[in-house]
């Protein structure tokens, strides 16, 4: 058997996340996964992908567990050299500022924002030993650039994401190392669970498309960044809205 891409999502273990790392486990990634803790799904991947699929509970922000996380997803890769990086760990709360505990915006800004640039520091010092270069996505929102009432907090932790995406491409271009943002909007199952179907509806006709992303829209353009064919794609914060921010 030939060697692996390696790639590490973080926050893998549900929601999108899980998605990616389904889709990546299908295409022949190996695969290093991350989350505060485990679930039902990142037991099952254990146990059908036994050689192709690590998880180890991680709470991003913390930098000695995110150094730990990763320097041991690349201890038990092997010769598999990593490849890409997929930052999709996050937390979402919501609450009209002048009331919003200062606690919460901090934990955000910890988990959304430096764990990002944590983990991106830890996988870098890898992805630039490789004569292969690389893959980094941010998992982002259209909430980064476009702002919704009752999530300060959370549009601060996208967009200065979405700003590290951009420096981080500048410093790694030259290795070959490129680093995008996907900006999803609302998408079914995630953003949209806590939401009434007459505001589901409303959402729907905002939307040039006249419906909501689903997570294979996600997954589909993660698919295409972290392959070869997106070599000259980096720096960007590529929205996945069908239009609603147009």
């Keep these: 058997m030939g060697l692996k891409r390696h790639v590490i999502v973080t926050g893998g273990s549900r929601g999108l996340g899980a998605a990616f790392v389904e889709a990546l486990l299908t295409d022949g990634y190996r695969v ?4 505060r803790t485990p679930s039902d799904f990142t037991e099952r991947m254990q146990k059908a992908h036994r050689k192709q699929f690590f998880y ?22 092997g ?66 650039s476009r702002g919704y009432n009752g999530m300060a907090a959370y549009s601060a932790s996208k967009a200065g994401m979405d700003g590290v995406t951009r420096a981080l491409a500048r410093e790694l271009g030259r290795r070959q190392v490129t680093v995008n943002s996907v900006c999803p909007g609302y998408v079914e199952t995630e953003m949209s669970s806590t939401l009434s179907s007459t505001q589901l509806a409303q959402i729907s006709r905002r939307t040039p498309i006249g419906r909501l992303a689903t997570e294979e829209d996600v997954v589909e353009l993660v698919r295409f960044l972290l392959s070869d064919r997106a070599a000259m794609i980096t720096g960007q914060c590529i929205l996945v809205d069908g239009g609603i921010s147009c």
């Design 79 to 144: 010769e598999d050299t990593l490849w890409g990086l997929i930052n999709n760990a996050g937390i979402a709360r919501t609450g009209i500022l002048a009331s919003f505990p200062n606690i919460e915006s901090e934990s955000i800004l910890r988990v959304n924002l430096l764990g990002a640039i944590q983990v991106c520091r830890a996988a870098t010092r890898y992805l630039l030993k490789s004569s292969q270069g690389g893959r980094i996505l941010n998992i982002s929102s259209i909430i980064g």
């Design 56 to 77: 180890q509970a991680c709470e991003v922000g913390n930098s000695d567990g995110v150094d730990s996380f990763v320097n041991t997803a690349i201890d038990e890769a």
């Design 32 to 35: 290093s996964a991350c989350s």
